[in-house]
């Protein structure tokens, strides 16, 4: 009698559980979805007064009665920042996934990467107040000053007089807050390379760097891809540091020409403009309207990145089995 | 067949050619290893910088008075904001750890299907999504529907960057859980659900706390988002519903102003942030990754940690 009693409930409160998780996993989802529909449906008086322009102009005027809104310049900005930090952070982080994947003595792997691991446990605004305060005059004196004086206004890229809170500068720190994210994760794909890779090259006698070039590089070409991907997607999503660093300017002025002019990302307006607009205004909804690029970037480029990763590891666990 | 002669040929070329590919060898050897330099200096820079800088700045008052007014020769201090981030992290921790556990239950327990593996794949795109992003969300769903920056915004916001995070430890430590402890409970005829709650979720026990207390370290520092749901204030908290202060987000208030004591003081509130981020991560790591198998779960997130 009892055990069907239990029988009976155990259904009940089972269906009930399973419930309970099937919804807290399909809040994800919702969110997700309402992230889309909000930020759509918030900044849509941006899109109606501009149009596409709001994509491709410069203006930026928040004026009444003048208002005119182009984000072209900060989503350049965004790119150009993002850029930049890539190409100084990618190296880094490769060489040092390759470090402690295929070098490091057994008993440095811990403590490197534990270090590394601790420069992503930074909180983001703590490398703005460390830039504003001590990297900038490092930077100004030691990296921009030289350049400046070696190309002078000739070269448009290193034209103007280096002020220290320029695009150069949030680069430089937007690449030393991607290089923890990027090589872990290439450091783990680096180790998932089955050790049979490496023994064969080295039996044909290849030196340490040749069993890297040959043997774990092609092999794990499509999973550091990958993880260069997430590092972008990291790089563009990133808004202290460089709301601190990158000197602010608007309109068609933040368009990225020289490394050492101010610029403006697509973040960093909005952190820097959100409390001077008012509640309901065309303002307010350009901003938003901004939030809904980010968005929309930062979900395509981490959906091929998390695809490239998991085919990655989906290959592997393919290999060990077979 | 190789001849003799080939072979002394392949060993001339060997001979003339090895020597440049060990210099080539010793010189990536040399750069890999200057790469990790170039890493670990940012981190002792701002490390020593912190640490000097901030401890300058403490003191009791420090901890436990409001700012004082800008400008002005009353310096104060930083105690709305310590309150601020605490009431932050436990409103979140509120809202986040339930539904995240819950959520990591679905997906290892009953997530072996096509739906469990979209909300999976959502969810880790959930897990790098721009910050700035979700707190400009919140602020359309909730402060204009409100009418008021507030700490449940803030909460609400915090809660879904720490959501994905605790959902995927969960998933992953319930799946480090053995089948065989499962079919124990079933063999002695217990229900699904208190198999799950009573047996794995125990067996699991650390990995959750991991995913969780990394969850709070990577909240903690959030600023972007709360810019748009908290606003930041210089009092102590009177309500849920109104704007208060947080570390951050007075660290990023203090170094905008020009005076040297604003910038003596957002150094000592970045030692005390990084000081309890640091502590909850090394924590973690000498409490709860010892035990062997949970040290990959921070991998298996992407390196999400922030």
Redesign the interface.
Known sequence: MSILNIKKSSGKTDKIFKIAALASATYVLVIIAMIIVNLTSGSASVWQKEGLNFLTGSDWNAVEGRESYGAAPYIMGTFVTAGIAMAIGLPISFGIAMFLSELAPKILRTPISFLVELLAAVPSVIYGLWGLFVFRDYIQSWIEMPLHNLFGDNVIIFSGTPFGLDILTASIVLAIMIIPTVSSISREIMLAVPNSQREAAYMLGATKWEVFRMAVLPYSKSGLIGATILGLGRAIGETMAVTMLIGNSTGSAAFPQSLFQPGQTMASIMANEFAEASQGGLHLAALIGIGLILFLVAFGINIVAHLLVARMVKSHEGAVLA | MITIEQRAEFRKH?RYNIGR??I??KI??I??????A???V??A??MY??FTNGVAALSVDFLTQVPGAVGSDEIGGIGPAIQGTLALIGLSCLIGV??????G???S???NNKY?R??R??????A???????G??TF??IV?TIGSFSVWAGSFALS?IM??II?RTTEESLKLVPVTYREAGYAL?I????V??RIVLTAAKSGLVTGIMLAV?RI?????PL??TILGSSQFMTGLDGPIDAL?LR??RL??LPYDSA?TQ??GA?FI??MM??AI?IGV?YVFLRKRGTSML??KM??G??
């Open positions: 060997f590919r060990l080539v060898d990536i050897k750069t890999v290893l200057g790469c990790v170039l890493a670990v940012p981190l820079s701002i910088e912190v339930p539904i995240g556990i819950l959520g239950i679905f997906l327990e009953y997530g469990g979209t909300v794949f959502f969810n880790d795109v959930l790098e999504f721009p910050t700035i992003v979700i400009v969300f359309v769903i204009i879904i959501l994905p959902m005829g229900k699904r659900s208190v799950v709650t370290a903690s520092g959030e600023t972007a810019i748009f951050p660290i990023w170094s905008s910038q957002g150094w970045a942030l990084i981020i640091f991560n790591r921070k991998f992407f390196g940690v922030r």
